[in-house]
């Protein structure tokens, strides 16, 4: 079945640190979607990218989806203490939604 | 408007009962779907039931079970729980348009521990 890999699995930065983690699918993706779950918290969508080559922004944040349309890339600029969390991505089509394991941000202020 | 709400927050079992999870879907949300998380890992799909059809089902024993009501509103059943059970479940409702496209919203979770 399909398998959605996200690296690193954990990340440490200083705050004002650049963070970026990585998503890779077994296969190719209708879209991709990425959410955060903050520590005792539930997962929150952030975006959805359907495009090949996407690229979409938000403030600080940069989301990235792969020209084959099977990996994705979430990049932060300048992390904040506010950004701490694990951040997952889902791959999606015609099958339910398939969740990495996530990469979770620590920030150090 | 309400987002998502599930019942109960926290819930302890014993190896071998059953327990009943209740989710409200925000209103207009036609589709619930139930997720798994096990601590350290990321949501596992179980079911999608939309328009009280079932429309999806993960890789889980047929002790789990549910269903969704006229109101949308959505129950988890867990037959003999075993300890593997012990998880944060999360119930999302979305804007189901013939895919699994559309973004979840997520509940608070119910945190289920089966000692």
């Known amino acids: 079945g399909q398998q959605v890999m996200q690296i690193p699995q954990y990340q440490h930065v200083q705050e004002g640190e650049d963070f970026t983690t990585y998503c890779n699918s077994s296969t190719t993706l209708s879209n991709i979607q990425w959410y955060k779950q903050r520590p005792g918290g539930h997962p929150v969508f952030l975006i959805q990218l359907v495009k090949s080559g996407e690229v979409k922004k938000q403030k600080r944040l940069t989301f990235q989806f792969g020209e084959a349309k099977k990996n994705s890339s979430l990049h932060i600029t300048a992390t904040q203490t506010t950004d701490v969390g694990t951040y997952f991505c889902a791959g999606g089509g015609n099958t339910p939604l398939v969740f990495g394991k996530g990469t979770r941000l620590s920030v150090i202020a | 408007d309400a987002g998502v709400t599930q019942s109960p927050t926290h819930l302890i079992k014993t190896r071998g009962q059953h327990v009943t999870l209740r989710c409200s879907p925000i209103s207009g949300h036609k589709s619930v779907s139930w997720y798994q998380q096990v601590l350290g890992q990321g949501p596992q799909f179980i079911f999608q039931?939309?328009?009280?059809?079932?429309?999806g089902r993960g890789n889980f024993p047929d002790r789990f079970s549910a269903r969704q009501f006229p109101n949308y509103s959505s129950e988890l059943n867990v037959n003999a729980l075993l300890l593997g059970d012990s998880a944060l479940y999360l119930c999302?409702?979305?804007?189901?348009?013939?895919?699994?496209?559309?973004?979840?919203?997520f509940g608070n979770g119910t945190r289920l521990t089966v000692t």
């Open positions: 039931y939309y328009e009280k059809e079932e429309r």
């Open positions: 999302a409702s979305n804007l189901y348009q013939g895919a699994y496209n559309s973004p979840l919203h």
